[in-house]
């Protein structure tokens, strides 16, 4: 009978494992990562509501801003793209409520229309350019600072770089329906970060999406999901416990309900409102919390001063354009999170960990198989 190890040393080896296959690269939906290299490429938000004869586009980059300029923004455009092709249908109600819709075929997800900004180093708007859109020069653009729509403690009193667009809807083709939506970051022709449906690459497990176009995130899942089962086999032949095994399921395990691009989906079908669509006033930590990923709800009401939590934002919104409420004054600009994992010196830690563990383990075995003198 093969011996029953520990499965403290079993788990860690995995979380070890785990966490040097699944590093988050460079990208945020929000504040993921830690590790980002520069806090203006990262986005925030990606909102997209309609307003009498308008659709209203918000994108939001550079979280936890509280210092003025210069900032940092000279090497990256800002893009947003929509596909107005692509069939989505309502009927699948854990789609409808997870994602607003079910896109039939992912893996065909291209832009109709693409949405270019640059911003000057004061968070103003330098250019724009659409293409895919009749009448562009009725769309009116504008960018700057504001404050951080996002509706969670952490980040109330904090502002962003706001990019905002009023699109007529006689800019789109004649009795649109349907959208498919996300915004990326582009260094030159690198994508440097994705945002689609609010609160998805946020979580450590779907990390790996943030340089990727939505035609190529399922292929990408599928093959997360194919590595995590190999882990989670590795922790069932030497510690078949569910407690061991659980270790590395909550920590970067992909879900059976993370099957779908990360898109944002909007249809006149339905009521506006997340998720479909998402406008300022939505409480996305709830309403995600509602259908499997409750990270944020936690960490509202743990880090909310009122009681039991804030679900609204820390300032009021405009009625009307650009809708963001003013910009919070400047303050020092608080240093930017450790990068904990671009240290190499942490790589090397975890890699000594896991071989230390490794061979406790092989020499424990020995010695537990090891004949008793006669």
Known sequence: MRPRLPALPVVAVAAALAAAA?????????????????????????????????????????????????????????????????????????DRARYGGTVTEPAAIRPD???????????????????????????????????????FPRFFGTNVLAMVLAIPRSSFPTGREDWILWGATFAGDEQVDHVGRSNRTQNARLDFLNTLPPSEHLDAIHAATHRTDAINAWLARWQPTQAAQQGYHLLLQVRHYDDAP?????????????????RLTDDVAALTCQVGDCTLMELSYTESPAFPRETT??????????????????????????????????????????????????????????????
Not at 127 to 143: C, M, S, T
């Open 22 to 94: 699944a590093l988050p690269a460079t990208a945020s939906d929000h504040a993921d990562p830690l590790g980002i290299r520069v806090q203006e490429s990262g986005l925030t938000g990606l909102f997209f509501f309609p307003d009498g004869d308008d659709m209203i586009l918000v994108l939001a980059a550079r979280r936890a801003l509280t210092g003025g300029g210069p900032y940092d923004v000279e090497p990256y455009e800002y893009r947003v793209f929509m596909d107005l092709h692509s069939e989505v249908t309502y009927t699948d109600p854990a």
């Open 113 to 151: 229309v693409t949405i270019r900004l640059r911003l000057d180093d004061d968070g103003s708007l330098r250019e724009h350019g659409v293409e895919g859109l009749h009448d562009p020069q009725a769309i009116r653009a504008w960018a700057g600072v504001r404050d951080d729509p996002f509706i």
């Open 262 to 278: 990360d898109v944002m989906i909007f249809t006149t079908r339905l009521p506006p409102g997340f998720p479909n669509g998402r």
């Open 313 to 374: 934002n820390d300032k009021d919104f405009l009625d009307a354009f650009p809708y963001l409420a003013a910009p919070w004054p400047e303050k020092p600009q608080a240093p930017p999170p450790t990068r904990l994992w671009g240290c190499w010196a942490l790589w090397a830690a975890l890699l000594l960990l896991a071989i230390l563990l490794l061979v406790a383990l092989r020499t424990l075995r020995r010695l537990r198989y090891r004949p008793r003198p006669a």
